[in-house]
C-alpha cells in the first residue's frame, strides 16, 4: 500500500496535472477525519495523519502519541481511495472548463445526445454542452445522433461540472464559418468589418481587403460560389449577402442595401442618419420582406436609414407647400344668402357677421345678445331683432 499510493499519486501529477503535493494534503485530512470517528479519540484532541514522501507510510498521532491500531492500514486505504477517486473527478472538471474557456468564440463539433426542454444536448466527447432554444435557428432541425457545430458562447462553473453554452444563431457564428471557408480571412487579407444577422432567413456580412489585388467579396464567394455555398449550406439554406465595406458612407449604405438601386442618399452625420430616396419600382426591394433587407443593412453599418420612394417625397412637398399658404376661411354653401334674409342686414354687415364667426342662420339663432352686439354696427336692439328673425327663419 505504502510505495503504490505514492505511485499512484505521481500517476496523477503526469496525467491530470494535479499536483502531488495538493493529493497528499487531501489524503492526510481525509484520513485524520476518518480516523477520529474510528478511534476513540478525546474530545477537541487533534488527530494528525502524516504520509512519508519518501516511504508512502502513513502515521497517525493523537495528543502527539502515535496511534497503533491493527484497523488504521484498512481506514487509510479506503479512505485515501476515495480521495484520489474525488480529486480525479475535480480535476478533470478543472481541465474540460479550461480548455472550453480558451475556446469560448471558437466553432466545436459534436454529436446531437439528447433533447431537454427545448435545448439541444451535444456530446462533445469530454463533456456535454448545449444549445439553448433561445440560440437555436427556427428553421433548423435535428434528430438524436445528428453530427453538429456550433460557437462557443459561454463557460461557466456549476457544482455538476462546467456547463458550456453553444450557440447557432449568434452572428459570430457565421463569422466563424466564413474564417474556415476563406483561406484570406484566416490569413487576414480579407477582414469582416461587421456582420448583421436575421437567423435562419438572411445574413448580411461586409468585407475589406488590405491587399488591393484581393477581391475581398470574390474570395468569400469562390470559384463558382463553392466558399459562400458551404457557409450557407451549415446554415441550412440561410441567405448570405456579401457586402463590400467603404469608408464613403454614401457607397457603403448603397452596397449594404442591395440588389435595390438608390437614386439619392442624404447624410446626418451627428445623428447618424440617412435620408434614402430610391423609384418606385425599386421601394420593396430595398425596404425587404417585413422590413428585413434595411433593417439588416441599418444594424450593419450602425446608422438609422429611412427610406422613400420619388412618389412619396413628391406628396410630401406637395403636402408641405399646401401647409405654408395661408388658409382662407371656408363658408357653407348658401350661407352669405341665408344671412341677407334677414330683414335690414346688407352685405357688409353680412361680412361683419362672417368674420366674427357668424356665418349661418343655425349659429345666429342660438347666440346670446352680449355675443352678437360685439359685431361692429350690431346694437342690443338690432341684435335681439337679428336672433329672433333667426331662429324663426330657422324653425321653417
Known sequence: MDSELLSILEQLERDKGIDKEILIQAVEAAVASAARKAWNVELGEEVKVVLDRKTGKLSAFAGGQEIKSKDFGR???????????QKIREAEKDVVFTEYQARIG??????????????????LGKSEAFVPKSEQSPKEEFKQGDRIRAYVLDVKKDNKGPQIVLSRANPNFVKRLFELEVPEIYDGIVEIKAISRDAGERTKIAVYSKDEKVDCVGACVGMRGSRVKGVVSEL??????IVRYSADMKEYIQAALSPAQISQ????????????????DQLSLAIGKHGQNVRLASKLIG????IRSVARLEEE?????????????????????ALTELTGVGEKLVEALKQAGWDNLEKISQAKVEELTEVK??????????IKEAKKITKK
Open 75 to 85: 481506514i487509510a486505504a479506503q479512505t485515501a481511495k476515495q480521495v484520489v477517486i
Open 106 to 123: 471558437q466553432i466545436v463539433n459534436g454529436g446531437v445526445y439528447r433533447f431537454d426542454r427545448g435545448n439541444i444536448i451535444v456530446d
Open 236 to 241: 441550412h439554406g440561410e441567405k448570405i449577402d
Open 265 to 280: 442618399i442624404q447624410l446626418n452625420k451627428e445623428a447618424k442618419k440617412a435620408s434614402i430616396i430610391v423609384a418606385d
Open 303 to 306: 446608422w438609422e436609414l429611412d
Open 317 to 337: 412637398k406637395k403636402q408641405a407647400a399646401e401647409a405654408a399658404l395661408p388658409k382662407e376661411e371656408v363658408v357653407p354653401e348658401g350661407a352669405a344668402a
Open 377 to 386: 354696427g350690431v346694437g342690443k336692439v338690432k341684435a335681439e331683432k337679428i
